[in-house]
């Protein structure tokens, strides 16, 4: 079982900054990959960004080079830091643990936070 809790969303100016925070309960090298994924309204969740356990990340193209996982491993959380925001990146920001149970692998999720670009 793994819990989460993000926090760090709110409004901001287009082109502007923020970062986000997701605090595992468990040792997040534990855990085989961390994820954030992002919610706009009508559309499909996407993923954003991921981190797994032995540190390879990847980005979505839409938001590489502006956007950077993250994490700290003594506080068991993993950031996403979100920079040269755009109208476009306005979304529910989930985050994700997906780790091996059994024969395969369950997904768990935060609540989610609101990120909101004004133009």
């Known amino acids: 079982q793994v819990q989460l809790v993000e926090s760090g969303g709110g409004l901001v100016q287009a082109g502007g900054s923020l970062r986000l925070s997701c605090a595992a309960s468990?040792?997040?090298?534990?855990?085989?990959?961390m994820a954030w994924y992002r919610q706009a309204p009508g559309k499909q969740r996407e993923l954003v960004a991921t981190f797994t356990s032995n540190g390879i990340t990847d980005y979505a193209g839409s938001v590489k080079g502006r956007f950077t996982i993250s994490r700290d491993i003594a506080k068991n959380t993993v950031y996403l830091q979100m920079n040269s925001l755009k109208p476009e990146d306005t979304a529910v920001y989930y985050c994700?643990?997906?780790?091996?149970?059994?024969?395969?692998?369950?997904?768990?999720w935060g609540q989610g936070t609101q990120v909101t670009v004004s133009s």
């Open positions: 468990r040792n997040i090298l534990s855990i085989k990959s």
């Open positions: 994700n643990a997906n780790n091996v149970q059994g024969y395969g692998s369950r997904d768990y």
